[in-house]
């Protein structure tokens, strides 16, 4: 477990060095992206991929709304960190190959999956704005 | 404000905004928000704008003609994002005048990146390397794919200067990536080919686009939706037939 905690803080701080991030945001995005990872593999032996890919963006999201407040940093920096240990990059490119290499029954199979948790994070995102909404006290 | 900015020069500055978000990778609804927003500081309270990967189209209602800025190239750059993200903000505050806001982006837009390539290329592989041991990969691996996945990003780096086809710069760094491991494996530096391609391609690989692809789709921006998929699906194939090809010629 330990070696997730590390690997994840570090795959997610040092991908957003690719996606040019502030320098003084890179350890907040490598803790966002560590604890949604976290959450994730400590869930999905028992509910299914997609649903704690759901759970983890979630609390993404959850995150990125209060360090976007606390840093005073745009939301999008924290939550591309946040998914990114998350996406099914590793996912689309392994259903790809399956097609190239003219098995396409798993090819499908690993396609409509990569679908289904691209879904299941963009979800976990737009269910947090609509918290983060529905949180913040209205104007009178 | 205090002094009228004429209709054309607001305008303008909606639609400069708009292209270095669309530019840096921004979600199409934030840059919908950000040309409205400038519009309507600006006095522009009717303005439509209408947002897709390759092609941004601003009007107003007035005699104004609709203007279009054609987006050749995209990368992600968060740095970017935020700059103009917060000059649009001090607009609708009221804090800059036009000259100034104009001003003021056309450095954002011209900001060079904020980490050099040899830093860039030793993110990629520390990244690669993690994310060999997130999908359940041994230690013995991580030297494999730490270098297999810095030579992957290089190369894609440097075919896409050369030639402007991505497809082509994809493909071949993904070539690349899939030989070092068979070799790295046939000589004994690394045991499960498998997951150390995968970790490799890691930060080739448009996980982020399909996300954001289909966050699209759920705000009801249809077209740029299908096509930031149509992207994404492209760049996964180009990757996976790369590696595809080095393992059936070379295995």
Redesign the interface.
């Known amino acids: 477990m330990w ?2 905690f590390l ?2 803080f ?2 997610a701080s ?10 003084k945001s890179l350890l907040q995005c490598g803790l966002v992206g560590m604890l949604g ?1 976290v959450l994730y593999v400590a869930v999905r032996g028992e509910i299914g991929e997609a649903p704690a890919t759901l759970a983890a963006s979630l609390l993404v999201g959850i995150l990125c709304q209060l360090f976007a407040k606390i840093y005073r ?2 939301v ?2 924290f939550s ?1 960190a946040g ?3 998350l ?4 996912m ?10 003219n098995q396409y029954d798993q090819a499908l199979q690993i396609g409509a999956q ?2 289904m948790i ?2 299941a ?3 976990g ?2 269910l947090s704005e609509v918290l983060n909404q529905m949180m913040r006290p209205k104007k009178i | 404000m205090d002094q009228k900015t004429s209709i054309y020069e607001t305008i303008e500055l909606c639609l400069l905004a708009g292209k270095i978000m669309l530019q840096s990778g921004a979600e199409t609804y934030r840059v919908e928000d950000t040309m409205v927003r400038i519009a309507t500081a600006f006095g522009l309270t009717e303005s439509h704008s209408y947002v897709t990967p390759t092609a941004l189209i601003f009007s107003t209602s007035g005699e104004q003609p609709a203007k279009l800025i054609r987006i050749e190239e995209r990368t992600t750059d968060l740095h970017k994002i935020a700059e103009v993200n917060s000059i649009s903000r001090r607009i609708a505050l009221g804090e800059l005048s036009a000259p100034e806001a104009k001003a003021l982006l056309l450095k954002a837009g011209a900001a060079s990146f904020n980490y050099k390539l040899p830093v860039q290329i030793l993110a990629a592989a520390l990244t690669s390397a993690c994310f060999l041991i997130m999908f359940g990969g041994i230690w013995y691996d991580f030297a494999a794919a730490f270098i297999a996945g810095g030579a992957g990003f290089a190369a894609s780096v440097y075919l896409h200067r050369i030639v402007q086809v991505k497809f082509f710069a994809e493909f071949s760094a993904a070539l690349l990536v899939g030989l070092l491991g068979l070799l790295f494996v046939w000589a004994g530096l690394g045991r499960e080919f498998d997951r150390i391609a995968v970790g490799s391609v890691m930060p080739l690989v448009p996980g982020l686009l399909i996300t954001n692809a289909i966050r699209d789709l759920m705000a009801g921006h249809l077209v740029s939706g299908i096509s930031k998929g149509a992207d994404a699906c492209l760049t996964a194939f180009a990757i996976g037939a790369g590696i595809a090809v080095a393992i059936i010629f070379f295995h």
């Open positions: 070696a997730h690997t994840s570090f795959a040092s991908f957003v060095i690719l996606f040019n991030a502030p320098k990872w940093t745009p999008i920096i591309v998914v990114i240990p996406v099914p990059g590793g689309a490119y392994n259903a790809m190959r399956r097609f190239v290499e990569t679908l691209a879904g994070i963009a979800a995102l737009v």
